[in-house]
């Protein structure tokens, strides 16, 4: 009987630790403490320096916190030409409060831009490279090199490591069936 409960332990603990690590993803809110906002005028390339902090993974989620504005996924025409907008008239969707998550499903470039032209035009757009599960950079034929980072003093704020969350429920299963 005891090795049947060991064997049902062990079962689940495996269950539990390989869920857990399907699981593994972060969330990261674009701009840290600033959130999603025109920039300075002398810090045009602020969200170039957030996203270069980060190595983001498939998976993973990015927010986008917001006052009197908002945010759309851009092609990379659109990301470098500021010309791109959600409605076709040149100010997108009407300008509001709010966050917008956004999963990064696949691996490759994302560019995201303020809907407002003149706020793109002013910096408020990101580039975001997302690598596959096994961490190497993706290949894809819209690549483009990351802009140069620029010095930045903001802590971001992204959930624990699930994978870390797992090993150590993972532990405590194992010492609790042991």
């Given at each position: ?24 993803a ?19 390339d ?25 945010v ?29 998550v956004?999963?990064l ?55 624990a ?17 042991s």
């Amino acid at each position: 009987m005891a090795s049947l409960n060991s064997l049902l332990c062990a079962l689940l603990v495996t269950a539990t630790v390989s869920s857990l690590a399907a699981a593994a993803a972060n969330l990261y809110k674009v701009g840290d403490a600033d959130g999603w906002r025109v920039p300075e005028q002398n810090n045009s390339d602020m969200y170039a320096a957030w996203a270069d902090k980060y190595l983001f993974h498939v998976g993973d989620s990015i927010v986008f916190e917001y006052k009197n504005d908002s945010v759309l996924r851009a092609s990379k025409t659109g990301y470098y030409h500021c010309n791109e907008t959600g409605d076709g008239d040149g100010d997108g969707p009407t300008p509001k409060d709010g966050a917008t998550v956004f999963v990064l499903d696949q691996p490759g470039f994302y560019y995201y831009v303020s809907s407002n032209v003149e706020h793109c035009k002013r910096g408020q757009r990101v580039m975001i490279r997302a690598a596959d599960g096994g961490n190497s950079p993706s290949t894809d034929i819209d690549a483009a090199p990351a802009p140069a980072p620029a010095a930045s003093s903001t802590v971001s704020w992204r959930m624990a490591p699930i994978h870390e969350l797992a090993a150590v429920i993972g532990a405590l299963l194992f010492v609790a069936c042991s």
